[in-house]
């Protein structure tokens, strides 16, 4: 029986009764109902209305190459009919992974050759951390397991994931983090930059946080740093350019670990194949999942630099970590798929060179004069709007983020999926988006916040 036998009522009324969601209030969600979506196709979404929905958040900061695309869903059958599922456990592997690692490791920043996939970002998170504190116990520091994070950091939900994020109200439930991680601050110089500091000295003052975290735990304690090169869920948080160089320097100055996590950065959306690549560094280990495949399978990849991974040969014996499902074949051939498709169409360069300029001066020249606007703010396609109270004091709305949930709730309406987190809505388009499709998204984000004021 397929879902066309229901009617939405019923359909919603099932979900509500048997089906436990992501970060979701099910109290409000039964009151509601979810919106069902039912189909896709290139920009836009469908519910079961039959509303068409610009998605301005490419599903959950995934779907790069927008939807509908037969070639992935063509390499999803021949790879099922062909071999549906194999493991890369006790010395097997299968043709897929195979070949996407060595890709990966074709457009990864210079000196990282090693590919361990799982199926989440929250996966591949956790086995980041395992590694960088078992490779600190190969070279004969085990003591040197710290890792330093930032607060409000989004890693992932698992009890690593939450543990390494700096979300508070993640920790609250968490009943127990993985111990020896520590949060210093983020680098949002909208709410934390001092009267008078520039963007430059910001991003200086941000990184030595973390230098002065090193210091007091001594070098010696301390594996990692880890960080997502713009916070995503976080509230698309851009650090100012000195940031990342600086935080390079103190970690080799101080042999600490980098540890970059791209899950949402990756495979395009700051205009390079990884934000590595656009702030100029080269970290040891680099989380990516999400637009890997652009959503169409779950596939992680973790990306594991030179280093580590000699140690892990030629020292490690065996690694005791793995997932039934890592290097799914399936999976791994939808993902080679996906990438072709970005290379083919020309995406990443296409953000750098034209939509992510072009966006960036959308949302300055006819979004940031708005009222109910604070800051805009934008890298390739990854943007975020700060909802003030008062524009020259920045005082927000009372209430917790309900200003933004009533922004965000105007668009969905007026035909735009985004994204509320606080007081700051996201967007995080498919990188198919076009000028005017640009254009329509500014539209509708105006007539949101007019219909909000
Ligand atoms: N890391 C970052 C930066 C993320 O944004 C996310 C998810 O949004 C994750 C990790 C977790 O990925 P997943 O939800 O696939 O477990």
Redesign the pocket.
Known sequence: MTYQNYSLKQLQQIDASHHLHPFTDHRELREAGSRIITRAEGPYIYDSEGHEILDGMAG??CVNVGYGRDELAEAAYKQMKELPYYNSFFKCSTPTPVLLAKRLAELAPKGVNQVFFGS??????DTALRLVRHYWALEGKPEKNRIISRKNA?????VA?TSLGGMEPMHKQLGGAVPNIVHVMMPYSYELALPGESDHEFGLRAAKAIEDAILEAGPENVAAFIG?PIM??GGVKIPPMSYWPEVQRICRKYDVLLML?E??TGYGRTGEWFAAQSFGIEPDTI?T??ALTSGYQ?L?ALLVGDRIASTLIEKGGEFYHGYTYSGHPVACAVALANLDIIEREGLVERVKTDTGPYFAQALRERIADHRLVGEVRSFGLMGAIEIVKDKATRERFEGDGRAAVVVRDHAIANGLMLRATGDTMILSPPLIWTRDTIDLACERIVKALDLAE
Request: charged content about 15%; cysteine-free.
């Open positions: 959950l900061w989440s970002g929250s996966e591949a998170n989004y890693h992932g939900s698992t994931g997502e995503g869920a996590d899950v949402i989380t999942a999400k779950p992680s």
